[in-house]
């Protein structure tokens, strides 16, 4: 398994789209759909669209907010997408569940004392409590987070943990408690001693090590007692950090990867498609007949899978006056859009890498053969097609995340899209790039 | 934690039954479909993937009992028990050899939460080039 961390964020910038809203694109009736993750009331984990979701559900619905009616919806569990959010900027803890504290358990041949959800000096936190009786070492005693909480680490990286940590007394002479991931590999090994621990006596304070590990694969917190204790001490952990790096960076509280907040920082909300079987769909969606459509979408793919980001009918290549977005599109890794008039159709190209945010957006005229599309501002390379043979946008149902629901299942998130019936204009387009890019996250 | 589930072709049925069990509603019958993915010998498997809390794992292993949403007996039960049985359940944190794909199982592999790559070694999808021209054109 892979996990890519989003540090980057799109370097084009785009205008203000002041005061813009894409209500704006639908005030006369135009057909179409909008999808907007960030607005929490559309957003649903049952089809009648009565239970709003939070961060972490599974997505059984997300209304259209173009007033056209055209809500997308997945009824199996199992191929829904996931509710999520995280800060502008992305997600630097990879530990899943970082305030939570109530997936400890105490383990080896004399546990610990482990008290989930415990209080101290103010901070809800995991307290453990290890006596002189308790046997030394990872087998003897320690705490362990479950493998919920467990994080997949790579090789190619130095990996920092950081977590905040109090002490019930100091530790004296040889005493040492170890704090760290370990499973693939033995990483980030915080050691408590009687050098480092009176100041942890009394108040909690921030410890972090960085180790780039040398197997890859699951980690999980183990914190356990190196030598026997003299008294009994108990430990205190809370806020922790397990992030790419060789240090520890501004706190994110996780209470799962996909719900992540940070400080300062506004929400990004999405949906997570998991690139295995995760899809949705709407009805049929009426176009009128119209000859032209602009489409644009938010999404960051997280693999080199090809996936479907949206697409209007169950296969673009051979049903006329479709279209689709996907990340990547083809076998040469690039995103990309394309659209089909009534006889041949227009593909546009990207090159961008997993992990990077963007938008993506084009304008296909079919009479007029007009072709535009754009990712995060400036134009793709136009690699097939000169011609659309004319026609018309067909009805056809809008699949998110998948071909047909089926097929080319898209890895990544997706942080709304909004498709108009007709063709923008150039200030309208960037208007509504600008838009999703802040909803995205992409600098603005 | 990330649950991925390869079922055989030829278990598709009970394991759709056992995805109701323990699952929402009836719309589960839905979670396996036609196999799109293959092993190296060519047979199919359909494959699910979703985020579940440790009691899903729980409740795959217990005795199976009829959900409450399910008055009027969708589910069969003897069926679902059929797949219940055939489960092979990995977790990289216990096993450091890649899970086991076995066309008479249903192989279930647990691995940390976040959008994942398949975990099972040498099963690919029947997948196509999504515009169709097999453009190989990188910079």
């Not at chain 1, 789209?17 to 907007?36: E, I, V």
């Not at chain 1, 489409?295 to 479907?308: E, F, H, M, Q, T």
């Not at chain 2, 009691?55 to 797949?83: K, N, S, V």
Request: net charge negative; hydrophobic share 40%; glycine share 12%.
């Amino acid at each position: 398994m892979r996990i890519v961390t989003d540090l980057s964020v799109c370097g084009r910038p785009f205008r203000s789209g002041r005061a813009f809203s894409p209500s704006l694109l639908f005030s006369s009736g135009q057909r179409g759909a909008w999808y907007d993750p960030s607005d929490g009331r559309r957003v649903f984990t049952d089809l009648a669209g009565t239970l709003a979701a939070t961060p972490g559900e599974p997505v059984a619905r997300i209304d259209d907010r173009s007033g056209n009616g055209n809500h997308a919806t997945q009824a199996t569990v199992a191929k829904q997408p996931i509710f999520g959010r995280h800060p502008v900027g992305g997600i630097r803890n990879l530990h899943p569940f970082s305030q939570s504290d109530t997936l400890f358990s105490a383990l080896g041949s004399t546990p610990p004392v482990v008290q989930n959800g415990a209080e101290h000096l103010g901070e809800s936190c995991v307290a453990i409590t290890f006596t002189p009786a308790m046997t030394p070492g990872f087998s003897g005693s320690r705490a362990e987070r479950s493998a919920a909480a467990a994080v997949q680490v790579t090789t190619d990286s130095a990996y920092t943990t950081s977590a905040h940590i109090s002490l019930s007394r100091p530790l004296v002479g040889a005493e040492r408690i170890r704090v760290y991931f370990t499973g693939a590999s033995a990483q980030g090994e915080i050691i408590v001693t009687a050098a480092n621990s009176g100041g942890l006596v009394g108040g909690f304070q921030r410890l972090e090590v960085a180790k780039t590990p040398a197997v890859a694969g699951p980690v999980t917190l183990r914190p356990f007692i190196e030598t026997a204790m003299g008294a009994d001490v108990t430990i205190y952990i809370n806020r922790v950090q397990f992030e790419k790096g060789a240090t520890a960076t501004a706190y994110q509280e996780t209470r799962s990867l996909f719900d992540v907040t940070e400080a300062g920082l506004r929400d990004v909300f999405y949906l997570a498609f998991d690139g295995i079987d995760d899809a949705m769909q709407t009805g049929v969606v009426s176009w009128g007949g119209a000859t032209a459509v602009s489409v644009l979408a938010a999404a960051r793919r997280g693999s080199d899978n090809l996936g479907i980001v949206l697409e209007s009918g169950p296969n673009t290549n051979s049903v006329a006056g479709t279209f689709l977005v996907a990340a990547p599109i083809g076998g040469d890794l690039r995103d990309g859009a394309m659209a089909r008039g009534a006889s041949s159709m227009r593909v546009g190209r990207q090159d961008n890498a997993p992990g990077n945010p963007g938008v993506y957006s084009f304008t296909a005229d079919l009479p007029g053969n007009t072709f535009a599309p754009r990712f995060n501002g400036g134009p793709m390379t136009l690699t097939t097609g000169t011609t659309f043979g004319g026609g018309n946008v067909t009805d056809q149902s809008l699949y998110l995340g998948a071909r047909a629901g089926s097929s080319s299942f898209f890895t990544g998130r997706f942080y709304g899209a909004i498709l108009v019936g007709r063709a923008l204009s150039t200030s309208e387009v960037a208007q509504a790039e600008a838009w999703l890019a802040t909803r995205a996250g992409v600098t603005p | 934690m990330r649950i991925t589930v390869s079922c055989p072709e030829a278990l598709i049925g009970p394991a759709n039954q056992l995805a109701m069990v323990l699952g929402e509603g009836p719309a589960d019958a839905a979670t396996f479909r036609v196999g799109s993915w293959r092993d190296a010998a060519g047979h199919t498997y359909a494959v699910a993937s979703f985020e579940a809390g440790e009691a899903w794992l729980e409740h795959a292993q217990m005795p199976l009992r009829r959900p409450d949403w399910d008055e009027e007996g969708t589910i069969d039960m003897d069926r679902a028990r059929q797949a219940q049985e055939r489960l092979l359940i990995w977790s990289p944190l216990d096993n450091a050899a890649p899970p086991a794909i076995s066309s008479s199982h249903i192989s279930v592999a647990v691995t940390p939460s976040g959008i994942a790559a398949v975990p099972f070694p040498g099963l690919v999808i029947d997948d196509t080039d999504i515009t169709g021209d097999q453009v190989r054109d990188l910079p």
